[in-house]
């Protein structure tokens, strides 16, 4: 089992930079996949970047690509993903997640609680 616990989230600007963590618990976290996705209101929960357990390979989706950078620290059991130039299209709660086929099937196993990101025009 694996927990999972987001913070960071809060209201941003447009163009504004937002920085979220998410601190895992349980399991041998280097041994995961992990990654962020999202849910607006009314839609379903997307995609939105991922990195391998050695933290050597990431994908995104084509919608942040060159403005979130995910990253972790084993060491700290912790990922991050550090969003720039934020557009109101990126409000959205946003979940970290981990599992085996979070990179190669975008999907997860294991869910933190989700944090709220604004982006305000």
């Known amino acids: 089992q694996v927990q999972l616990v987001e913070s960071g989230g809060g209201l941003v600007q447009v163009g504004g930079s937002l920085r979220l963590s998410c601190a895992a618990s349980g399991r041998t976290f280097s041994n995961y996949a992990m990654g962020w996705f999202r849910q607006a209101p009314a839609k379903g929960r997307d995609f939105v970047a991922a990195i391998t357990g050695g933290g050597s390979g990431t994908d995104y989706a084509d919608s942040v690509k060159g403005r979130f950078t995910i990253s972790r620290d084993n060491a700290k059991n912790t990922i991050t993903l550090q969003m720039n130039s934020l557009k109101p299209e990126d409000t959205a709660v946003y979940y970290c997640?981990?599992?085996?086929?979070?990179?190669?099937?975008?999907?997860?196993?294991?869910w933190g609680q989700g944090t709220q990101v604004t982006v305000s025009t």
């Open positions: 997640a981990a599992g085996p086929f979070v990179l190669s099937a975008r999907r997860g196993n294991y």
